[in-house]
């Protein structure tokens, strides 16, 4: 099996704090923190740029780097830097956090030309749930949340390959200039609007005590609401969950031009 070096990069504050949330004692997995304010610095900023030129542009071609930021114009213009360096055949995947924002419905922004997929979170559930406190206690919450399921994601790719799903399968669903989810689930509110993805690649993890019927339910269910009925699965006992299932959901679109909710 072919293996790849995952490049975990956070970006400003937000992007660093998902980093440091993230279990990076793992093999073929780097994570890189930058932090944006020495780009605004400028006695620090060639070096700053120079260290991004030579780290970025050095990298092999089996290498996947995720992109993880706060949707700022200082931390686009350190995106726009890092893609600039990067070797044509690194895959780019990046994970926007965009507050409020459903970049789904919106235009493809210029910078997201260069990412095969870009996966955002509008932290909806957890802004819901922090409405009395300060934003950043939100941030600090899904910040830990985003490095728990960038921990398991490469876990599940690197070691538990699960039934019908390999690097070939992820490969086919994000590249091609899509928008998307990436989502951990212990349980899915199906009331949510799923419906307005094209594709989607489901992993399921379900405990020892689960009966796989429930796994297929779930999946019948993503199959009747996905728009292409276009799902890519795969289901695998873990014992450590026992009445538990966990669930890896990863959905996409072709960007629209923007506009149109669906």
Partial sequence: MVSFTH??????NSGIRVIKN?????????????????????RRRPSFVKQIRDFFGNLNDDT?????????PINIKIVNLINDSLPRKVIRLAYVLSPYRELVY????EWASNFETVFYDSLSEFLNDYTSVPLEDAFNKASEQIGIMFSKLYHYLENQMLVNVDYADLFNMVKGGNVGI?????EVDFEWNWG????GLINIMVGKNVPLK???????RFQHLL???????GIRTNEELENEIEILALLIKRWSNGGNPV
């Fill in 227 to 233: 728009k292409e009925k276009d799902i890519i699965w």
């Fill in 22 to 42: 993230m279990n990076m004692d793992i093999p073929n997995a780097i994570g890189v923190t930058l932090d944006s304010s020495y780009y605004l610095l400028g």
């Fill in 106 to 109: 919106e235009g493809k922004p």
């Fill in 7 to 12: 490049i975990f990069v956070g970006i400003g």
């Fill in 214 to 220: 429930s796994a297929h339910e779930i999946l019948k």
């Fill in 182 to 186: 990436l989502r951990i689930l212990r």
């Fill in 64 to 72: 996947i780097i995720w992109v993880i930021f706060e949707d700022k």
């Fill in 196 to 199: 307005m993805w094209d594709r």
